[in-house]
């Protein structure tokens, strides 16, 4: 399934995965988390690994000149 | 406390539900409520995932690098290089389940009760599992013959498909709560994925690392800070990591052709004793 869109929206999804993840390292963002003050380190380190997914995934998909 | 979550971890009986009914039923001075009683499992969890990494550790050698060549290369070409991917769509949903879970999943180890009724539902499971793959293995005409050509029909783990890796993953979430059993389930995932018992079980055992490694990594710092006798903690954990070394070594021998109904007997009784046992006070 190689498509510049398809790579592009995960692209996407990774700098929003990183905005998310900033948002709640600084404890701005408080969504499903168990306090609601502070920072959420491991709600941080989750997106950022979804966004390191992403940007692999956005790879993966990526059409390849040969 | 080490040597029981150890033996129990790998096994598919649910460590976890064990390390909340064992203390109660003997009337241990564990506090399940107190807040270093959750690190503490995950430095036993620690020895664990210390033990899988030497059994498997040339193994993680080829995933680690298989993960960095096909993520920088953007495609996949060899069987370490899928297994990392696999690894990678499996850890996923276990880990954002774990996130946004834990704090309720936290409420529920304190009772001993949950554990047990979570139990039996985990012996139950592994019994419609096998239910479920002896039905695949008459489908493919292998009922008739022996046990080890049997596990021959189905494949191993570098052939699983990424959304079967991807419900296995999610599968490994339902082990947050206490009597299900996180290699139970996984390895359950991986028979209906069409894998081999054995297979199931490494592909299983690999999934766990790097879960176990991040909860610890997250959840230690917590206990050193909590004024608990940390030495005692960490020779448990050896302990569980030694305790750990022998059962993976027995259960990758035993999966050749052994399957998951002893020890879906197993959760279903020791649950329901348990819950008698609870009832009646003793």
């Known amino acids: 399934m190689k498509s510049t869109p398809i790579a592009v929206g995960f692209g996407i999804l990774a700098v929003v995965f990183l905005v998310v993840a900033a948002l709640y390292a600084v404890g701005i963002l408080q ?24 940007l692999i995934a956005a790879n993966f998909t990526r059409p390849k000149t040969v | 406390m080490g040597l029981l979550q150890g033996a129990t971890e790998l ?8 390390a909340v009914l064992i203390p109660s039923l003997l009337h ?3 506090k399940q409520s107190d807040p270093s009683f959750v690190p503490f499992l995950v430095l036993l969890h620690l020895g664990t995932a210390g033990a899988l990494l030497i059994i498997y550790r040339s193994q993680w050698v080829d995933i680690i690098k298989g993960f960095f060549t096909a993520a920088f290369r953007g495609g996949i070409e060899t069987p370490a290089e899928r297994l990392a991917m696999l690894l990678m769509v499996g850890t996923i949903p276990a880990a954002i389940l774990g996130v946004f879970f834990e704090t309720r999943i936290k409420s529920l180890f304190a009772s001993p009760y949950v554990a047990a009724g979570f139990l039996i539902v985990n012996g139950v499971l592994m019994l419609g599992f096998e239910q479920l793959r002896r039905r695949a293995e008459r489908r493919a005409a292998l009922d008739s013959k022996p046990r080890i050509e049997q596990e021959e029909g189905f494949a191993e783990a570098e052939r699983i498909s990424f959304r079967a890796a991807a419900l296995v993953g999610a599968c490994q979430a339902l082990a947050f709560l206490p009597g299900i059993s996180r290699s139970g389930v996984t390895i359950g995932g991986g028979l209906m994925a069409g894998l081999r018992h054995q297979e199931a079980a490494r592909f299983s055992f690999l999934l766990a690392t790097p879960v176990i490694l991040a909860a610890g990594v997250l959840e230690v710092p917590q206990l050193f800070a909590s004024g608990v006798p940390v030495g005692e903690y960490v020779a448990s954990a050896l302990l569980a990591g030694a305790a750990a070394f022998v059962s993976a070594r027995f259960l990758l021998r035993y999966f050749r052709s052994g399957r998951l109904d002893p020890y879906g007997v197993y959760c279903i009784a020791a649950g329901l004793i348990s819950l008698g046992l609870l009832a009646l006070k003793l």
């Open chain 1, 31 to 54: 969504l499903f988390a168990s306090t609601s003050t502070g920072p959420h380190i491991k709600h941080a380190i989750l997106f950022v690994v979804l966004a390191v997914a992403s």
């Open chain 2, 11 to 18: 096994f598919p009986v649910s460590s976890l539900g064990h």
């Open chain 2, 28 to 30: 241990w001075t564990f």
